[in-house]
C-alpha cells in the first residue's frame, strides 16, 4: 500500500497528559494489482517532540486496505462511518408538514403529544391527548382525515424563503418529511443555498396500509397499532375506502424498498433519515446506494433507524450527558413537545434563540449534531414565533461558526459545569454559558502551553487578548470588562449577551 500525504497534529500537549489524544485520518491507497479491501500489514510511526526532543513511536497494524464495494449484509453495511460533512455541519433543520398540519391538535402539558400522529390517536378514546373526543367535537364522527386535505394548501409556500431562512439560523443540512411534501424545497436549496445539505425523512413502515399487516401486530390497543390496518371510522367502525388503493405482494418489496430507491437515485438525498425501524430490506437498498454514491464521488449517511447500526444514533427530545465517541444527533422540535405544528402551544414555549444556541453548543461540545425541528402551519407559512428563534439563533452561531463547524470534541472532557469545549487542529475553544466572572479559573484539563495566545471570539470584542496563566489551582483567565460586555446586545437574549468564547492560538 502507500500512504497518501501524512497528518501533522499541531498539539496534544504536554509530553506525560494522559488525558490528551487526537483522532486522525490517515489515506491509504492501494498499490497496482492491489484490490479493495485486500488485507494488509504496515506500521504506524508517529513522530513528536522539537529541536533534540524529537522523539519517535511505532506501532504494527494489519487491517483492510482500500474499502471494498459494500455487500448486502449487516457486517458490510455496518463497516460504513458517518461522512466528513456531516461531521462538520453540525446543526440542521428537521421539517414536518403534512395533512397533521391542518388539525394541528397536540393537547397540552401535561397530555402533549406530536401533533403529526393526530390521525392515529383519534382512534384511540383512552389516549392522553382526547384527540379521540376532540375530533369528533371539533369536526363531527363522520368527518374522515382525509377530508383535511381540502384545506392543506401551499398559500404561504415559498421553498426559496424557507431555505433562506435556514442558511440565516445558521444550518448546514436540512431533512424534509417525504412522501407528503413538494419536492420543490430540494430545488431551492440546491439553487439558492448550495451549502446546504439535502437530507429525507423516511418512515419505514405506513399507517393504515393493509400490505404492512403481516409484518406488524394489528390489535389498535397496543403501541403502533395503526401499522398494518384498513382505515375505519373510530366512532362506528365502519371501513373507510381507499381511493386508488393497488394490492401488492409484499409490502417491503414492492412498497417500502422502490420508495427508498426512488429517494436516493431521483431526488439525490444525501441522508437517509429513517424512522421507526421494523422489517425492512435495508441491507440491499444501502449496499446499492453507498457503492453508486461512490462512483460519483460523493458521501452519503443513513442514520440508525433503517434496520441496521447506521452512521448515527438519535436520541429524541434528549440528549447525551457526557462525550459519546461514536457519532450521535439529537432531534427535537421548537414546540416543547411535538414535532408537527401543534396551534395550541403558547408563543413562550417555544425555543428561543438563546435555547437554540445552548442546546447546539453543549451537543457539538460532546460529538453530537443538532437536527432542530419546524412545524410549518397548513397552508406552508412557518410561524413567525419558529423564525424569530431561528433568526435570533444564526444572529449568534454564525459569526462565532468557527468554534461550531468543522469542530471536533475535547477528548478529556466536554466541560464542567458552565464550561463548554471544541476543538481545531490548530485552536481550542473555550464557552462560558453564562456571564462569566472576571477572573476564570479552570480546572478543567486545557491544551494551554506558554506562549499561546488567548482571545475573546466574536462581536466587537473579537480578538481582545485574555490574559492567562497556569497555577496550582488550574488555568486562570483574566477577561477584560470589555470582553464580558462587547457583545451584549439590549434586544436578544442570546449567549453573548451573557456567556463568552474564548480561543486559544497555539503558539509555535
Known sequence: ??????????????????????????????????????????????????GYGVKKSTQAFTGTCGIPDYQANDASINFHWSPE????????????????????????????????????????????????????????????????????????????????????????????MTKRFDWALLDAAARYQPHIRRGTYFSMPEWFNPAYSKYWDSDPAVAGGCFGLNDTNPYDGSTVKYTGYVPVKDFVTDIQLPQMRELAYNYNTE????????????????????????????????????????????????????????KWETNRGMDPFSFGYNYQTPDNQYLNGNDIVQTLVDTVSKNGNFLLDIGPTHNGSIPQIMQNGLRDAGSWIVPHGEAIYDTRFWSATSGTDNLRYTTTHDAFYIFYLTQPPSTLTISDPIPWLPGDTVTALGGSANGTVVPTERTSSGLVLRIPQTAISGDKKSSKNLLDASGKIMAIRYGE
Not at 35 to 49: F, H, I, L, P
Not at 289 to 315: H, I, M
Request: charged share 15%.
Open 85 to 176: 460533512w456531516f461531521n462538520n455541519a453540525k446543526f440542521g433543520i428537521f421539517i414536518h408538514w403534512g395533512i397533521y398540519s391542518v388539525p394541528a391538535y397536540g393537547s397540552v402539558k401535561p397530555n402533549e403529544d406530536y401533533a403529526e400522529w393526530y390521525w392515529c390517536r383519534m382512534h384511540d378514546p383512552n389516549y392522553k391527548t382526547k384527540t379521540y373526543q376532540y375530533h369528533a367535537k371539533t369536526y363531527g364522527k363522520n368527518f374522515k382525515y382525509d377530508q383535511f386535505m381540502s384545506n392543506f394548501s401551499v398559500a404561504g409556500y415559498n421553498p426559496k424563503e424557507w431555505v433562506d431562512l435556514f442558511a440565516e439560523a445558521g444550518a448546514r443540512y436540512m431533512v424534509p
Open 271 to 326: 441522508l437517509m433519515w429513517c424512522d421507526i425501524g421494523g422489517p425492512n430490506n435495508s441491507t440491499i437498498f444501502m449496499s446499492e446506494w453507498l457503492n453508486r454514491a461512490r462512483t460519483q464521488g460523493r458521501q452519503v449517511s443513513f442514520n440508525s433507524r433503517c434496520g441496521l447500526n447506521g452512521d448515527f444514533s438519535t436520541p429524541e427530545y434528549s440528549t447525551n450527558g457526557n462525550t459519546v465517541v461514536s
Open 1 to 50: 500500500m502507500q500512504l497518501l500525504p501524512s497528518c501533522n497534529i499541531i498539539r496534544l500537549g504536554k509530553e506525560g497528559s494522559s488525558y490528551q489524544g487526537a483522532v486522525v485520518q490517515i489515506g491509504v491507497k492501494n498499490k497496482p494489482g492491489v484490490s479493495r479491501g485486500s488485507q494488509c500489514s504496515s506500521t504506524v510511526v508517529v513522530t513528536y517532540g522539537q
